[in-house]
T-cell receptor, first 113, second 112 residues
C-alpha cells in the first residue's frame, strides 16, 4: 500500500483558497487517490477522488500530475466550517481485497476569521 | 448517497464487561467492511477487514480474541470488545466497501 505524506497542519483565513499537497511516491498503477475530511468525533467524509489529471466537484478540485506521485486538494474560498482534518489516501478502489485504506497523519486545517 | 450507520453512538461500560458495536450499510450491500480505531488527536488505525460469511482479517498487533468481528450479512458487521479495559477507550469507526469506502459516524467507547 502506498504511503502518503502531508503537512501536519495549515492555517488559512476565510475566503481564501487552500491547497493541500500530498506525496505518494510509491503509488501503484491501479491506485486511486481519495481525500477525506474529518471533524472531531465524526467519521471521515468523502471529498473527492481521482486517478489522473484534474477532477472537480461542487466542493473541491483535485490536481494530479502526470507522474501521479503527488496530488493537490484545492478548497476554494474556505469558511470557518472547513476547519477539519484532511486525509489523503491511495488504494485500488475496485477490489475489496486491495481497497483497504491506511490513513496517514492527515493535515489539520485551521480557518481563521 | 450511500449511508453507513453505527450503533450505539456512544457507550460507557465498566472494566471487564463486553461491548458490542453494530455497523450497518443502510442502502447498499457491502461484502467487505472495515473497522478502525482512533485515539484522541491521532489518525485512524485500521484494525481488521471483515468479509461477509468468512473470518475477519486482523492487522498486525490487533488481538483477534479481544476484538471479535462478525459479518453475518451483507449489511451488518459487529465488533465486540471483550473484557474491556480503560485502555480500550477509543473512537471506533467502521466503513463499508462498495467500489469506495463509506464511513460510519463512529462509536465513542469509554471504559471506566
Amino acid at each position: 500500500l502506498a504511503k502518503t505524506t502531508q503537512p501536519i497542519s495549515m492555517d488559512s483565513y476565510e475566503g481564501q483558497e487552500v491547497n493541500i499537497t500530498c506525496s505518494h511516491n510509491n503509488i501503484a498503477t491501479n491506485d486511486y487517490i481519495t481525500w477525506y475530511q474529518q471533524f472531531p468525533s465524526q467519521g471521515p467524509r468523502f471529498i473527492i477522488q481521482g486517478y489522473k489529471t484534474k477532477v472537480t466537484n461542487e466542493v473541491a478540485s483535485l490536481f494530479i500530475p502526470a507522474d501521479r506521485k503527488s496530488s493537490t486538494l484545492s478548497l476554494p474560498r474556505v469558511s470557518l466550517s472547513d476547519t477539519a482534518v484532511y486525509y489523503c489516501l491511495v488504494g485500488d478502489m475496485r477490489s475489496s481485497n486491495t481497497g483497504k485504506l491506511i490513513f496517514g497523519q492527515g493535515t489539520t486545517l485551521q480557518v481563521k476569521p | 448517497g450511500a449511508v453507513v450507520s453505527q450503533h450505539p453512538s456512544w457507550v460507557i461500560c465498566k472494566s471487564g464487561t463486553s461491548v458490542k458495536i453494530e455497523c450497518r450499510s443502510l442502502d447498499f450491500q457491502a461484502t467487505t467492511m472495515f473497522w478502525y480505531r482512533q485515539f484522541p488527536k491521532q489518525s485512524l488505525m485500521l484494525m481488521a477487514t471483515s468479509n461477509e460469511g468468512s473470518k475477519a482479517t486482523y492487522e498486525q498487533g490487533v488481538e483477534k480474541d479481544k476484538f471479535l468481528i462478525n459479518h453475518a450479512s451483507l449489511t451488518l458487521s459487529t465488533l465486540t470488545v471483550t473484557s474491556a479495559h480503560p485502555e480500550d477507550s477509543s473512537f471506533y469507526i467502521c466503513s463499508a466497501f462498495s467500489y469506495e469506502q463509506f464511513f460510519g459516524p463512529g462509536t465513542r467507547l469509554t471504559v471506566l
